[in-house]
């Protein structure tokens, strides 16, 4: 008898929502929605957020997003996100940084130096599930390269600048993302 009044509570308490049930936040960006695709116990991440040490891979890979639309022209107006630390003497690491220069000397002898782009770092918002997910799309090109299969239309990228691949669940949303848009 003692067992079973021991197991209702326990059913009740598994039943009833706890303060540290995790909720996910009404607006969700892109990136972590592959996150947690990836890993389910991101959630917990997000419950109790830790802040994270500035990589220098990430401020290359802001200071290449801004370089190409700089080049394209498509450079917003203010941008505080982006903005890099800079030295008493004017310069930045990022300024002084070889592999930003060797990915920038990759992108000009690349593919995609003279085609113009639809869209460069394009916002996106679609729901997914009741799930507002917002993003952005690095760029939009028309797909005119007769490399790609016959009935493509546009060319979704994803730029990448750091040592991993590109990513298909990310690039599955950039495609779904940019469907209203284009």
Do not use: C
């Not at 909720?23 to 972590?32: E, G, I, L, M």
């Not at 730029?159 to 848009?181: C, F, M, V």
């Amino acid at each position: 008898e003692g067992w079973d009044a021991d197991l209702e509570v326990l059913l009740a308490e598994a039943d009833r929502p706890t303060a540290s049930s995790t909720v996910v936040p009404a607006v969700v960006s892109a990136s972590r929605v592959v996150d947690l695709l990836r890993d389910p116990e991101v959630v917990r991440r997000w419950r109790r957020p830790l802040p994270r040490r500035p990589a220098a891979a990430a401020a290359r890979g802001t200071q290449f997003h801004e370089w190409v639309e700089a080049r394209f022209g498509q450079v917003p107006l203010l941008d505080l996100d982006g903005l890099v630390p800079v030295e008493a003497d004017g310069a930045s690491d990022v300024d002084n940084d070889a592999e930003l220069q060797a990915l920038q000397r990759a992108f000009a002898a690349g593919p995609y130096a003279d085609r113009a782009p639809l869209v460069v770092e394009a916002p996106f918002q679609m729901v997914l599930d009741d799930q507002l997910v917002v993003g952005r799309i690095d760029a939009v090109y028309r797909a005119d390269d007769p490399h790609l299969p016959t009935g493509v239309q546009y060319e979704v990228v994803d730029w990448k600048t750091g040592r991993h691949e590109a990513d298909p669940l990310q690039l599955a949303q950039d495609r779904h993302g940019a469907r209203p848009s284009v």
